[in-house]
Structures are given as structure tokens and as C-alpha cells.
């Protein structure tokens, strides 16, 4: 994707491709940094609750892989269950990374589906951003709370496609479309991706970008899956961007007889 023509924004930073991975459920370093390598992506998240990047210097630190001087770094809070756990994770990321202030806020509501808890996220939210964060939000696919959050000054909003992992692709499109409408800030679908064509679709639907682990992590060949995960989110974009055709209930023929002489 050309940054120049068609860049995506985010905090104010231009970005060539509109594909976020994670950095979990690899089978190790190497598998990690060649499948990310593979994507194309510019931006990656780790939650650093569950990865060292410096907090503890006995083990391997991922930054050895992901080198901030090659990508952006979104911390997240993944893990976390209450907003107060989300802002100290936060707060530490700041610390460990110099300063550090884009990170990804998730407070999860509950063990097994991986829902979020939008109330305790709202909460820890407020906190965040005044305190100097910028906050991209990983939310519920519902269209007022994600102008609430865009309102609260979130710098992106990141509707889920369906649960975490589950691979179920987009389930409600209509909703996401109404996110996308109402929007003036970057929305980025977060959760539920499986395959090639769900990053597509969520790509078609107007979403400025996809982020995107379990996918690539948990494909028979990560690698492979990561390079056709960022070919699909390129043709998605370019296909919204083009305009599709109306959907009809008949065809018509691509060359009418009306005229012909017989």
C-alpha cells in the first residue's frame, strides 16, 4: 500500500500497511520475528503482562525481535481484569519503554469468551487519556459506545469481529459499517479474524485497518498465513476503495441486445 496516496493515521503517524499483529502463541523468537516479517506489518502489539521487554533481565527480551527502531510498539493490557490493573499495566509499559505513550487498552470481562467489560474499559480509559496516553480501545461492536470512546479522545477504536481466537471472521457487519460511518477517528477491527477473507471483509466494510494474533499464530504455517493476511487487508482496502457494485437480485448482461439488429 502506497503511504503516500493512502496512508493510515494514527496519532498523528503515517503507516503503509493497515495490518496489526501480535507477538503471541508463537512456537519461539525465530517463528515470531519471520512471521511478522512476513506480514508487512508496521505496527505491533504485546501485552506486557505475559512478555518481557526488559522487566526481567535473566530471560529473553522480545525487543531482541521486535526492535522498536523497526516497528511501532503498541503495549497492551491483555490479561487485565479490572481498570485499575489496565492503567498500572499502562503505566509500567511508559516506564519500561522510555516514555512511551500509544498503547492498545483492553479490560476483558470475563474468562471464558474474552468479552470485554466496556464499563471498567470506559473507566480506565478516562484515566488514561488524562494522563497523557493515546489510547487505541479494544471494544464491543456496538456504534455508541464506540463514538463514547472517540469522544473521550481514544486515538483509535477497535471493535471486536467476534470473541478473541475464536476465528469466526466478522458477525455483524452491519454494526461494524455503523462504527465506521460515524466515525473521525481510525476503526480497526480487533478480534475473531480466522482467515484471509475475514480480513478482508472487515477491509471492504470501511475499517481503516486489522489487528490480528491467534490467526497467524495459530495457522499451520504462521509465516505463510502471515503474508496472506497482509495481501488480504491490501486488496480489501483497494476494493472499498473502488466501490463495489450494487448488490441485484437478477443479473443483467454485461452486453444488453436493446439496439441490436437482427
Do not use: W
Not at 108 to 118: A, F, I, N, S
Amino acid at each position: 500500500m502506497n503511504t503516500e496516496t493512502d496512508p493510515l493515521i494514527i496519532a498523528g503517524q503515517s503507516y503503509g500497511s493497515r495490518l496489526l499483529v501480535g507477538t503471541g502463541k508463537y512456537q519461539d523468537m525465530a517463528e515470531t520475528d519471520a512471521a511478522i516479517s512476513a506480514s508487512g506489518a508496521e505496527i505491533v502489539t504485546l501485552a506486557i503482562r505475559r512478555v518481557n521487554i526488559g522487566q526481567n533481565p535473566d530471560e529473553p527480551n522480545l525487543l531482541e525481535v521486535i526492535s522498536p527502531d523497526r516497528y511501532t510498539l503498541l503495549p497492551n493490557t491483555a490479561g487485565c481484569y479490572t481498570a485499575e490493573d489496565a492503567v498500572r499495566t499502562c503505566r509500567l509499559a511508559r516506564e519500561l519503554l522510555n516514555g512511551h505513550s500509544l498503547v492498545k487498552l483492553e479490560v476483558l470481562g470475563d474468562e471464558k469468551t474474552l468479552y470485554p467489560d466496556v464499563t471498567a474499559t470506559l473507566a480506565a480509559c478516562e484515566i488514561l487519556v488524562a494522563d497523557g496516553f493515546q489510547v487505541m480501545v479494544y471494544t464491543s461492536d456496538d456504534p455508541i459506545l464506540a463514538k463514547r470512546f472517540e469522544e473521550m479522545g481514544c486515538v483509535a477504536v477497535m471493535p471486536l469481529a467476534a470473541p478473541i481466537g475464536s476465528g469466526l471472521g466478522v458477525r455483524n457487519p452491519y454494526n461494524i459499517r455503523l462504527i465506521v460511518e460515524n466515525a473521525t477517528v481510525p476503526i480497526l477491527v480487533d478480534a475473531g479474524v480466522g482467515t484471509a477473507s475475514d480480513a478482508a471483509i472487515a477491509m471492504e466494510l470501511g475499517c481503516d485497518g486489522v489487528l490480528m494474533n491467534t490467526a497467524i499464530a495459530g495457522a499451520k504455517s504462521p509465516v505463510l498465513m502471515a503474508s496472506a493476511m497482509g495481501k488480504a487487508v491490501e486488496a480489501g482496502r483497494e476494493a472499498y476503495r473502488a466501490g463495489r457494485i450494487p448488490r441485484k437480485a437478477y443479473a443483467s448482461a454485461s452486453s444488453p441486445i436493446d439496439g441490436l439488429f437482427f
